[in-house]
């Protein structure tokens, strides 16, 4: 329990606050076990939303307002990152995970792999810290996607979390708006490596000589072994345990080595550990493959050149005529055009058709369509039995869904109608 009067930091705690089982900076989540911490956003103030968290319950409020059952503080937002380093000392190990692509199937698959906790999705500042409050006591090991796109966030993060072990997955183009080039992505996601261990991927290994790596291939230090992969399985062996994943590609079967060498590393029993790596799902939107009279991957949260590439080369070990649908990749700066046409030659490459929709559709696929409803109409009427149908381009998460079909991204709503038409709902009504 998170219990208001024994914090660690100065506040004056209402008479009326009591413990909470979880704390949260959305207020929508606030409830009768949920504390609400009130902080400054970009438009509004967590304050703004305080009367809601107490008519939903909530336990106590972190906030500088006088209101029933506040913790008072100067400000909640170093209230916050000062109670969560302090949760987190406590911990055993803390592995952070960061990379232009694959953390969060990183996290997925070392978490299960070290019977560990690890945090939801979302993985700003605020929500690691009230996931470092909630679980810093548990016995279990931690694992937190360490995510950044701006110049110095990952020592603001680094400083926060702590990482016992920092693992880099990858190095590629991504949020080139802010970063710049990928030397600065290399520099400021390496910041990550500068704890207790330091692991990267196959394919960031170049960028860090001297660093101990994992996956495939030569010169990899924890390599995996024997790795076949097929439309059903993705199995290799690590240390002489065999390693057999349902439904997984070469960036899941490089997850798991991960996850094996840290449960090596800490004394926990590899076969068992392989046995977990068997039931990993990966959230969705994460190379999610849906078999059924067709397939569909659902690899629609996000997008970068290299993800987009790694899920392509996935595609081309199908059987079947295979399908690209591909979006716009956001954040990609004054190379955005070209990194699309190389993406796009990628595609053309592994796909039997290619689709491409939005600013660069040209680029991405022979059949090009302006907008997501004009695609998704050609795409629901071309798909057949015995396809193999990859979606993939990045969310827009905070665009209207107007401008999200019209540039593009956020393309979930493609592998949904896709699902439907296959399992027997037909078609969505035209937008």
């Keep these: 329990m998170l219990d208001p009067r024994?914090?660690?930091?100065?506040?004056?705690?209402?008479?009326?606050?009591?413990?909470?089982?979880?704390l949260t900076w959305d207020s929508r989540e606030a409830g009768a076990d949920t504390a609400f911490v009130a902080l400054p956003g970009e438009r509004m103030h967590g304050n703004a939303f305080v009367q809601r968290a107490l008519d939903a319950g909530a336990p106590f409020i972190v906030t500088d307002l006088d209101v029933p059952r506040a913790v008072r503080v100067?400000?909640?937002?170093?209230?916050?990152?000062?109670?969560a380093r302090s949760?987190?000392?406590?911990?055993?190990?803390?592995?952070?995970?960061?990379?232009?692509?694959?953390?969060?199937?990183?996290?997925?698959?070392?978490?299960a792999a070290l019977d560990a906790v690890s945090m939801p999705?979302?993985?700003?500042?605020?929500?690691?810290?009230c996931f470092l409050i909630e679980h810093g006591r548990t016995p279990r090991p931690l694992v937190v996607e360490m995510g950044i796109d701006r110049?110095?966030?990952?020592?603001?993060?680094?400083?926060?979390?702590?990482?016992?072990?920092?693992?880099?997955?990858?190095?590629?183009?991504?949020?080139?708006?802010?970063?710049?080039?990928?030397?600065?992505?290399a520099r400021e996601k390496g910041v990550i490596l500068q704890g207790r261990r330091a692991l990267v991927g196959s394919q960031a290994a170049a960028f860090y000589p001297g660093v101990d790596s994992y996956g495939f291939g030569e010169g990899v230090t924890f390599p995996g072994e024997a790795l076949e992969i097929t439309p059903q399985t993705a199995s290799f062996s690590f240390q002489g345990v065999p390693v057999r994943l349902p439904l997984a590609s070469r960036v899941q079967a490089e997850a798991a080595v991960l996850g094996l060498r840290l449960a090596q590393e800490h004394g926990v029993d590899l076969d068992a550990a392989a046995a977990r790596l068997a039931s990993v799902q990966v959230p969705g939107g994460r190379y999610r493959v849906s078999p059924g009279r067709y397939t569909v991957i659902d690899d629609a949260y996000n997008a970068s050149p290299v993800a987009v590439s790694a899920a392509l080369e996935a595609l081309a070990g199908f059987r079947g005529r295979r399908i690209s649908v591909l979006g716009r990749m956001l954040e990609l700066g004054d190379t955005e055009r070209e990194l699309h046409a190389q993406v796009g030659r990628d595609a053309r490459a592994h796909a039997d058709v290619t689709y491409g929709v939005g600013a660069f559709a040209a680029e991405l696929g022979e059949r090009a369509y302006a907008t997501v409803p004009q695609l998704l109409a050609?795409?629901?009427?071309?798909?057949?039995?015995?396809?193999v149908v990859l979606v993939k381009?990045?969310?827009?998460?905070?665009?209207?869904?107007?401008?999200?079909?019209?540039e593009g991204v956020g393309l979930d709503v493609i592998v949904d109608a896709l699902v439907r038409q296959r399992d027997g709902g037909g078609p969505p009504p035209a937008s």
């Design 6 to 22: 024994t914090v660690p930091f100065t506040a004056e705690v209402h008479p009326d606050a009591r413990p909470a089982r979880r």
């Design 74 to 83: 100067r400000d909640a937002r170093e209230a916050l990152f000062a109670w």
């Design 87 to 111: 949760e987190r000392r406590r911990s055993p190990l803390v592995v952070g995970i960061t990379g232009s692509a694959g953390k969060t199937t990183a996290k997925a698959y070392v978490t």
């Design 121 to 129: 999705v979302y993985n700003t500042m605020p929500a690691i810290a």
């Design 151 to 185: 110049v110095g966030e990952m020592a603001e993060l680094v400083d926060l979390v702590r990482p016992d072990v920092g693992v880099v997955t990858t190095v590629a183009p991504a949020h080139l708006e802010q970063l710049g080039s990928v030397e600065v992505i």
């Design 378 to 387: 050609a795409l629901l009427a071309d798909v057949r039995d015995g396809d």
């Design 393 to 406: 381009a990045s969310r827009g998460i905070s665009w209207t869904p107007e401008r999200r079909a019209q």
